[in-house]
Every structure is written in C-alpha cells, then in structure tokens.
C-alpha cells in the first residue's frame, strides 16, 4: 500500500521558533510536495521537488524553506515562526509520469502562539 | 488564467438519493483531471481521475465522474448517497509547469458534502 508519514500530526510553537516538519514516503516517488490548507482558500503550494536536492518554490514560499537530502524524506523549515503560518501542512508524492495520482499524509496541524 | 472552479461551496442531498459535486476548469491543451476526498482531521484521498478514454470514470466507494470537454467539466457523481460520503471533495486538474514534463495541480477551493440520514 501507498504510504506517505508526515512525522507530527500535532504541533504547537511559539513565534519565531524553527519548525520542522518532516515527511517520508515509501514508494519511490520522485516528486514530493508541499501544501498549507487554510478554509476558505483550499490548498495552496508551498514548495514541491522532482528529484533529490532540487527543489522550486510554489505559489506560498515566502517564510519557508524545504530540504530533500534523500529521494524518499522532503523536509518543510519555517525559520521563524510566525502566528499566520497556523495551519494544516500536508504532504504529498508522485511519480514524475504525466497523469499520475499525488498521494497525500495525514497532515500536519501547526499552531504558532 | 488556468484555473479549476467549484461552484457550490456547500452540497446537501439525503441519504439514498443520488449526489452531485460540480467541477470546471478553463486550461490549454488536453487536461489530466482529479478528484479528491478530505475526512475530518484527515489528508486527502484519491477517489478517481481523468487521463485520456472513456469519458465516464469509475473510481472509489462507488463514485463516478464524467469528462464533458466541450462543457469543461468534470462533475463527480454517486447514485446513491450514503451518511459516510459526508466530507470535504476537492477537484483538481494537472498542469504542465515546465520543458522538463513536470506537472503540478491546480485545485478547487473545495465542496463540502452533507448527507442527511
């Protein structure tokens, strides 16, 4: 089966800590992505990447950044927390193929106080 | 601008009746189309998808969904609706974003669907 682990499912920071929020997926997937969902505004692309230690920026980046060491781990950074980055960040893979399903993590709720 | 549209915001159908959950987009080329459910607390799960064939696509816990290209739409359908069907449906479409083949989705800002015993 498809699996895609985001490592915290609940998380609560104060302002202008480092965050880290880290993925994992087993399938060999070359491109890795990630999204914050907010309501009212669906999900927007933060980062994604198609292959280790390339990376391009979303439609959000300004406040991130992402690490991808390893083809199967994409690690989203906040270097300085801030209260409206509050959200859920979710994780996702594919394979680089045209057409092919991104799979998604549980999700990862971020509270920043 | 390449964009997906979801019209209705909030869809609400009783238990046994068939349901409807709308979705257009306005892209170039041929479109790679999704959908998507969303349970509380939960990530999104792929239901079906659209690549190329049969217009009416078949996918997971007995929803369907069928590609009108002249009318830009990919409308997600179930003919008989279930209380556990309630949650949160976002329909994208696949975008190409460079020389290279890579793609991205675009995605819907989501209907939520309520299905009353």
């Known amino acids: 089966d498809v699996k895609v682990t985001q490592s915290s499912r609940y998380l609560v920071k104060r302002t202008g800590e480092k965050v880290f929020l880290e993925c994992v997926q087993d399938m060999d997937h070359e491109n890795m992505f990630w999204y914050r969902q907010d309501p009212g505004l669906g999900l927007r692309l933060i980062y994604f990447s198609y292959d280790v230690k390339m990376k391009e920026k979303g439609d959000i980046p300004e406040g991130y950044s992402v690490s991808r060491e390893k083809k199967e781990r994409f690690s989203l950074i906040l270097e300085s927390a801030s209260t409206n980055q509050t959200s859920m960040y979710l994780c996702a893979s594919s394979l680089i193929r045209a057409g092919n399903t991104i799979y998604f993590g549980e999700g990862s709720w971020l509270t920043v106080v | 601008a390449q964009s997906v549209a979801q019209p209705e915001d909030q869809v609400n159908v009783a238990e046994g009746n068939p349901l409807t959950v709308k979705c257009t987009y306005s892209?170039?080329?041929?479109?790679?189309l999704f959908w998507y459910v969303q349970y509380p607390n939960r990530g999104l799960q792929f239901l079906l998808k659209?690549?190329?064939?049969d217009n009416l696509v078949k996918g997971s816990y007995g929803f369907e969904a069928e590609f009108n290209k002249s009318q830009t739409s990919f409308h997600l359908k179930k003919p008989s609706a279930l209380v556990s069907d309630s949650a949160l449906y976002f329909c994208a479409v696949s975008l190409l974003i460079n020389a290279g083949n890579n793609r991205k989705l675009i995605w819907g800002l989501g209907t939520s669907l309520a299905v009353n015993p």
């Open positions: 892209v170039s080329g041929n479109p790679y």
């Open positions: 659209y690549i190329t064939g």
